[in-house]
């Protein structure tokens, strides 16, 4: 039943890292949520907030968010760097895997030699990628939904949904980093490697863009940038910013394809 | 029509050699032997075949169309074996088979249960757990399930036992009676002679002669031991037709023959024998005595 097409086959592939992600980001959008009231109200969390220098509140994201609601409360402790953090790893993982796994395997020769089209083969990896980047996505989103209901927390859930579409988004820009980088090259490792240094520079570069004055002038090249400057948790998805996350993506994903039609596959 | 044409098909590897010049023509139907010492050429040759890997320079037909611009085409009526057969380590053997029927549009699972049958494949197994030899039977049914065109096995009978080679040879044998076109590589000439219409040979990059095994055979040569009962005298054997460097020392003989060993064993049978060895040269012998060893070949050990 999953083995009918190369998507079906990557989602089969796919499923237990998936889920196994998926779980994680339910228990911990749950944790937090859950555990928010006894937080704000045993730490005095916007007090604490305020006695920090604004460097540090920079670098935590505190300046974009109050922490008088669990919506709030989330979108200091997940959205500006754990959860990003994670769906972008996550990606990175598939990502750079998805050609370049069959090849360090040694079944691209196999599986090109049945009439499927090399840039067939990439889209459809790239689509069971994107499914499995939604659902773990998703799953952060029920666990913190439920635990908010249970801890009787004020959740915006449409807001954080919201959110979550725009940090899936950046996730699979630095996804599709390494897809490129790992189709285009063979080498896994060398896909995740500068996907990962550049996900680290990106987000350091935003995150400290307000503090060091010359930063600021370079923000806009960090995709960290686009996914908060309109902290969408509080204000909702930008569109505009949502289309260049998407437009940074479809072209990595473009640029993938080319490179991988004309490249020589590794024996 | 032809099955494989390349013209002048070359690839370099940055500055290594794969393959140089080679001209290849292998008919529609036949079974032919691509042969030579491991490094020759012979899996660069078939994965720029397959689109695989792209050429230097030169140019390649599969079936009579384009093998980089019409790839599809071609893969819709051909089937591979790669070299080194990895398949999906997760998988069982019938998943792959399924999965890769299923790449192919499809196939006939009857033919496919017939194939899992013959070669006493357990298909229930993890690909993962099999060993090399049942690996290998997994890929050998998967090239043959969707009863293609045009066979390309890249050394299809390493690591299998007597029978499923034999089995092996029996499905290609069958494959050609109902016209369709084997290409099998191989770095022994044993163990594709009986089963070949023609070879090709490769050595260091380039293609040196293509001929029919039914010549080759012609031309094979063998050492050939006789031990006699009593001294022989060497002139008996001297001008014995295709006898090579004779040695008679006593009662031993030594000598390599070419072609058929009528003559030798005629003249043998006037004395005593007590015992006759021969070994068959291997394929590269046979070719380096007629081809000879070009300029940049140094004569491997054999
Ligand atoms: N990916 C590669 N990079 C560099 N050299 C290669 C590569 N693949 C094959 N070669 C070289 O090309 C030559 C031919 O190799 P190959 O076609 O694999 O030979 P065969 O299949 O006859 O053993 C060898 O010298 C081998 O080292
Ligand atoms: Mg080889």
Redo the contacts between chains.
Sequence with gaps: ML????FT?TVR?LRWPTFWTALALFVGGGYFTLLYPTYATQFKLTELLDQLPAAMKALIGAQVADVSTATGFLNIELFPMILPAVLAGFAIALGSGATAGEES?????????????RWLVVTQKAAAIVLSVVVVAAGLWVGAVLGAAASNSPLDSGRVAEALVMAALLALDFGSIALLLASGTGNRGLGIGVSVALLVVMYFVNALAPVISGLDSVKQASLFFWYLESNPIRHGISIGDSLVLAAVAIALFLASLVAFE?R??A? | MLAIRTEQLTKYYGKARGILDVDLEVRTGEIFGFLGPNGAGKSTTIRLLLDLIRPTSGHAEVLGLDAHRDRLAIDRRVAYLPGDLSLYGDLTGAQTLHYLGNLRGGVDTTYRDELVRRLELDPSSRIRSMSRGNRQKVGLVAAFQGRPELLVLDEPTSGLDPFVQLEFERLADEARREGRTSFISSHMLPEVEHLCDRVGIIREGRLLAVESIATLKERALRRLEIEFASPVPPDAFRDVPGVRDLRVDDARLSCTVMGSLDALVKAAAGFEVRGIRTQDTSLEEIFLAYYGAGPEAPHAAA
């Excluded at chain 1, 083995?3 to 190369?6: A, G, H, K, W």
């Excluded at chain 1, 395997?105 to 089209?117: A, C, E, K, N, Q």
Aim: proline share 9%.
């Design positions: 083995l009918r097409s190369v086959k592939d395997r040694g079944t691209i020769d196999v599986l090109l030699s049945y009439p499927v089209p004309r020589d596959l024996a």
